[in-house]
């Protein structure tokens, strides 16, 4: 059994943290610039990926290193529907198309389904860990950006099962501290983790030239001019 696999992936993942809040999307958002139809189409990325990671959960849940981590209260994919049809209408299944970066994603997670399922671990730290901490405050930024009435069109970030998520985020830890896995598949695990922040960050920076076409140039190199600290760099909780 690997011991500490939370801190290493804390720890080993600090640098893809600290690498995508500084993608130009991202700092636009923390700074509360958020363009609707930009965000529609990323929560649109986010839902063909979390269907395929919580079906490919799902098809593995009595996997011994899946069953310890899993946890239905975190699945995502009824929410974005939700999300869906607030920005795209009834007809949305037909409306979105997952983006060349998303695809990407999406063979690699269908890769770990038939092949290594319990490095689907890393790709469910990294997104799950980040929509519970981060993305808390970027749900808060996207209601008053885009003057929306409580979650609606952000159900997204709306985990309706965990009311504490801290308390939730200690418990995930924990799980994480008690997959039976050596020391290399533990290794495996933190490379994945570092390779889905990696494609996370594919996906936004390829929606980089809708936000400018929309902002402007001038207003999005003002925006994106300084490098933040990474928060998983400076953040102890
Ligand atoms: C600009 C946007 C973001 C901000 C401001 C942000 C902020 C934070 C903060 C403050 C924490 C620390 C919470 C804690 O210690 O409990 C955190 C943790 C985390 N974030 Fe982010 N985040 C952002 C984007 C992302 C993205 C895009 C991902 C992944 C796709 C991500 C993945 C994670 C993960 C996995 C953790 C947990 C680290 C750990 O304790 O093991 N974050 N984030």
Redesign the pocket.
């Known amino acids: 059994m690997s011991i500490n696999l ?1 801190a290493k ?2 720890i080993g ?1 600090q640098k893809s ?1 600290t690498a ?2 500084n993608v130009g999307f ?1 700092k636009c ?2 700074k509360g610039v958020v363009d609707k139809d930009c965000f529609a189409k990323f929560l649109s990325n986010l839902y063909f990926i979390y269907s395929a990671l919580e079906k490919g959960i799902e098809n593995h849940r009595n996997h011994p290193v899946i069953e310890v981590m899993y946890f239905p209260e975190l699945n995502r994919q009824a929410a974005l529907e939700k999300d869906m049809e607030f920005y795209y209408g009834k007809q949305w299944r037909s409306q979105i198309k997952p983006s060349p970066a998303t695809q990407i994603y999406l063979n690699r997670l269908q890769e770990l389904v038939t092949q290594t399922p319990e490095l689907l671990i890393g790709h469910a ?3 799950y ?2 929509d519970l ?2 993305g808390q ?2 749900q808060a930024i996207a209601q008053s950006g885009l003057k929306l009435t409580g979650f609606q069109g952000t159900s997204f970030y709306n985990f309706e099962q965990i009311s504490d998520k801290k308390a939730f ?1 200690d418990k995930y830890r924990q799980a994480l501290d008690a997959v039976p896995v050596d020391d290399a598949t533990a290794a495996n695990i933190v490379a994945e983790s570092n390779y889905a ?1 990696q494609l ?1 960050m594919q996906m936004v920076q390829e929606l980089e030239g809708s936000l400018i076409k929309a902002i402007g140039q001038v207003m999005f190199n003002t925006l994106t001019r300084s490098h933040s600290v990474g ?2 760099e400076v ?3």
């Open positions: 939370a992936l804390r993942t943290h995508v809040e991202m958002f923390v730290y990294t997104r860990m980040g901490s981060g405050m970027l985020k922040f996370n928060s998983t953040a102890t909780s």
